[in-house]
């Protein structure tokens, strides 16, 4: 894999990832708020963050914490890599990505480490 953003190695309990340097303690903190991720780039495209959830309710419950915040979001369902079990599924379910402008960074960040205690 070769990166094109920074990236730093992320450790919470026994997983421990490399994730882009500016979405690391927001990725860290939404962990710790059980919302499990597989996947995530502080620009997957121009102005673009992107956060790929493993469950389609860790998706929903990030979107509630910050819909109110945010200019825009843009929302799909995906096939889905889950890190926990070194598995791609591809049943109906799958993954869901939520995309938001780099703007809306610094706020989301903001209102996700105000929710972890």
Request: proline share 3%.
């Amino acid at each position: 894999m070769n990166p094109q953003h920074n990236q730093v190695t992320v450790k919470l309990g026994e997983k421990s990832v490399k994730i882009d340097t500016e979405l690391s303690h927001l990725i860290k903190n939404l962990w710790k708020l059980g919302l499990k991720t597989s996947s995530c780039c502080q620009e997957n495209a121009p102005g673009i963050v992107w956060i790929q959830f493993c469950r389609i309710r860790h998706a929903l419950e990030f979107l509630d914490l910050i819909i109110k915040e945010v200019d825009r979001v843009i929302w799909d369902k995906d096939h889905c890599y889950d890190p926990d079990d070194d598995k791609f599924y591809f049943d109906d379910i799958g993954c869901v990505s939520i995309r938001f402008p780099r703007d809306d960074l610094k706020k989301v960040k903001k209102i996700i480490s105000g929710k972890v205690k």
